[in-house]
């Protein structure tokens, strides 16, 4: 299946706003540059303007006056869907449902006039790819939800689309399926080379299946980036907290240390003065004694999690601090604890 | 089934079973027997092909019917979605005017189509002043046709905008993406949606269109469409037996025509008008 690899189509987006009839802007101008083969993901709240940006990748929706989309060098701003050759799946699988499995994968090829015998071919080798061989002649009522999104999938990538565009495919379905199709979407797109655009509020998707992520709220991109860089190195407030657990505290920069919750905090930063805000997620912390630890706390609940132990802690500000350990020992409500982080994981915004 | 459960079933199916006979059964059966017993028994019922006024009239009547139903639901199928898909001012006002129609009885609606291409009507006046020739067709099959696309189009038009309104915007999407050119859009992905709708209007049209009376009647003079048919043998001619076969045929063919619909698109399909 050597022809299935594909070097992929660049898209850029050149400052692509958008607002609505009635004067909703969901899309601030938007900046957006994604190799060829690359896998992006948009993610944020609901209402925040993926699919918005979505569709206006997909032609569905047209940017407003000022704003280009580009595939590769080719400004496809003006071309309506139909003449974009993209792939698009949908969040409700959008199968016809008047066609079998085989008649879906095989309606993009016979509205291009493709000669049968390559449909032919064409339809047995996405039945294989995405292991639905035995699925052929059911009707689409007849399909379990992770089915239905196979065969999504597979009509979307039959007509070797430039790009593939995909809006939340796995929500609606339950979690261990989101699991298990989530890994054979990485390894789809990674075999295809195709450069793919991937909508998801689940961050776990948008860090297992991104190149890079695109972090968006109220139609504004909060930051880019790789999923590590996302996770250990967020912009601002809204992308520490909306990626992973993360506790906050405040404090006073002195030189080398930061003074949090009556303790201090060794600090690589070095400067002096002003209001900062130290955050740290609760995997970055190790248990220690009372008297090396850099912070102490209370135990309010402690969560077994088998792997590891979830514990919530107050006392060290206006807001409970959550920390994770693999010690094998059993904390009880009350108990005083004291904690080390990890000074490298550490990130501070000044306030 | 034991027999209390069965006693409870019989029960249970009793007002059913009596209304079934007293309303259906019974006068169905009476009108078949009359219609078998004129000298020639049952053999009676060939002369609906071998008498020529008959026949005419059940193929006339035939053609008007499909005609109007297939006019009908092209036309509001168009309007229909046009109606569904765009917002505009007036809108809800031209919606429920639509609905208006379904008030009329036949007879008012022969009195419209009167008033529109009757010798006084509007179409005729303008005409003569536009040529001076006054174009008068509400006494025949056209005038016929007119009315009966009058009431016709309303229904499959709120059906249509129905089954529009429940269709998932993201197929018609789907389709684009796939490289789906418009025409095949319509083919592939809005007709398939509507037809459950289209048939089930469909059949109501053909079944009302049938059994139309009163707009016939108040146009009346010259048309003889089966309902007309049977009304005239029934009490000019007082051939009875005559006028039971024709019932008889009329029942038959509206109720295979309700029959095919309903098999064909699972829904309910019940016959109005
Ligand atoms: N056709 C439309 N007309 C008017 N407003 C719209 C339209 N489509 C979207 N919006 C608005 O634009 C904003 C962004 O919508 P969008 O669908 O892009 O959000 P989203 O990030 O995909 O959210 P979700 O996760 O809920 O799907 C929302 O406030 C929404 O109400
Ligand atoms: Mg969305």
């Known amino acids: ?351 | 089934m034991d027999r209390h459960e069965y006693r409870n079933l019989v029960i249970l199916v009793l007002p059913t079973g009596i209304f079934c006979v007293a309303f259906f059964l019974l006068p169905m059966a009476r009108l078949v027997l009359i219609g078998a017993s004129g000298e020639r028994g049952i053999a009676a019922y060939l002369d609906i092909v071998t008498t020529p006024r008959h026949f005419e009239s059940l193929i006339a009547t035939l053609v008007l019917s499909i005609t109007v139903t297939a006019t009908a639901l092209v036309v509001a199928t168009i309007s229909g979605l046009f109606l569904e898909r765009n917002r505009f001012k007036g809108r809800g006002v031209l919606i429920s005017m639509l609905t208006f129609p379904l008030a009329f009885p036949g007879v008012v609606i022969g009195f419209m189509v009167i008033m529109l291409a009757g010798r006084q009507g509007l179409i005729g006046i303008v005409s003569k002043a536009l040529t001076g020739d006054k174009i008068v067709f509400a006494y025949s099959m056209a005038g016929l046709f007119v009315g009966y696309m009058y009431f016709s189009i309303p229904r499959v038009i709120l059906t249509i905008m129905a089954a529009a309104e429940k269709m998932n915007p993201a197929l018609e999407e789907a389709a684009r993406s796939l490289g789906a050119p418009q025409w095949r859009i319509i083919l592939d992905v809005i007709l398939p949606a509507l037809k459950p709708g289209l048939i089930a209007s469909g059949a109501i049209c053909f079944a009302t269109s049938m059994g139309a009376f009163g707009t016939a009647f108040t146009l009346a003079t010259n048309i003889d469409v089966l309902p007309m048919t049977i009304y005239t043998e029934f009490t000019l001619n007082a051939n009875i037996a005559g006028a039971a076969t024709l019932s008889i045929v009329l029942g038959l063919i509206t109720w295979a025509a309700l029959y095919i619909a309903r098999n064909l698109s699972g829904s309910n399909v019940a016959a109005a008008g």
């Open chain 1, 1 to 351: 299946m050597s022809d299935l690899k594909d070097q992929g189509t660049a898209i850029n987006l050149l400052s692509c706003a958008k607002t609505f009839a009635g004067g909703v802007q969901a899309l601030e101008p938007l900046d957006l540059e994604i190799a060829g083969g690359e896998t992006v993901v948009l993610l944020g709240p609901s209402g925040c303007g993926k699919t918005t940006t979505l569709r206006i990748i997909a032609g569905l929706e047209e940017p407003d006056p000022g704003g280009r989309v580009m595939f590769g060098d080719d400004d496809v701003t003006r071309l309506p869907i139909e003449k974009r050759k993209i792939g698009m799946v949908f969040q409700s699988y959008a199968l016809f449902p008047n066609m079998t499995v085989r008649e879906n994968i095989a309606y993009g090829l016979m509205v291009r006039r493709m000669p049968k015998p390559d449909i032919d071919r064409r339809v047995g080798e996405m039945l294989e790819m995405m292991h639905i061989g035995d699925l052929e002649f059911r009707r689409i009522d007849q399909l379990s939800g992770g089915q239905c999104q196979r065969v999504a999938l597979a009509r979307a990538i039959a007509v070797q689309p430039r790009v593939l565009l995909l809006d939340e495919p796995l929500t609606a379905l339950d979690a261990i399926l989101r699991t298990r199709l989530r890994v054979e979407i990485d390894q789809l797109l990674r075999r295809l080379g195709i450069t793919a655009v991937y909508v998801t509020h689940d961050q776990g998707e948008a860090m297992s299946l991104g190149d890079r992520i695109v972090v968006m709220s109220r139609g504004r991109v909060e930051q880019i980036g790789t999923p590590r860089d996302i996770y250990y190195k967020p912009n601002n407030d809204f992308v520490a907290e909306f990626i992973g657990t993360i506790n906050r505290l405040r404090g006073i920069a002195r030189g080398d240390h930061v003074e949090v919750a009556g303790a201090s905090l060794p600090w690589s930063a070095n400067r002096s003065g002003g209001e900062v805000e130290i955050l740290f997620r609760p995997e970055n912390v190790t248990i220690s004694n009372l008297k090396s630890a850099h912070l102490k706390g209370n135990v309010v609940t402690s969560f077994f999690q088998g792997d590891r132990t979830k514990l919530i802690l107050d006392g060290l500000g206006e807001r409970q601090v959550i920390i994770e350990t693999t010690d094998r020992v059993e904390f009880i409500a009350g108990q005083e604890i004291g904690f080390r982080i990890d000074p490298d994981s550490m990130i501070i915004l000044n306030t």
